[in-house]
């Protein structure tokens, strides 16, 4: 299996980044971009470097998962105190972001179910 997949993007999409790339064809080439399909991966990339995910999870126990939030700059210390209850000490909340996003992380969920946790997960759709 070769380590390649495609994507498909519209007609007019594809002509816009053409025209952008025939625009600045010699300052992308100075950048080691020869052709239209590099540029959309070279900008997507910087996207990815330069916008680091909201949430992020920093290590978690048995009774607690530290998520990251980097928009308001602080830790939430989501609990796992009872069988099928969660609560997050900085929203004072039972239902918070943070929450859903722990809920969402099947590596979490897993962990949390070896340690006897039976509370609702979030599912991906």
């Given amino acids: 299996m070769s380590g390649r997949t495609g994507i498909t993007v519209s007609k007019e999409f ?22 239209p399909t590099q540029l959309v991966i070279h900008v997507f990339n910087e996207w990815i470097k330069n916008n680091p995910p909201r949430f992020e999870i920093i290590n978690h126990d048995a009774n607690i998962v530290r998520v990251r939030d980097r928009e308001i700059g602080m ?13 997050c000490p900085l929203c004072h909340s039972s239902n918070c972001v943070h929450i859903m996003f722990v809920l969402s992380q099947p590596d979490v969920i897993e962990n949390l179910r070896k340690r006897g946790w039976k509370g609702e997960v979030i599912e991906e759709r």
């Avoid at 594809?14 to 052709?35: D, H, P, Q």
């Avoid at 830790?75 to 609560?87: H, I, L, R, S």
């Fill in 14 to 35: 594809m002509a816009r980044v053409k025209a952008e790339y025939e625009r600045r064809k010699i300052e992308l080439r100075e950048k080691g971009i020869y052709s």
């Fill in 75 to 87: 830790v939430a210390d989501v609990e796992f105190k009872n069988p099928d209850k969660v609560f």
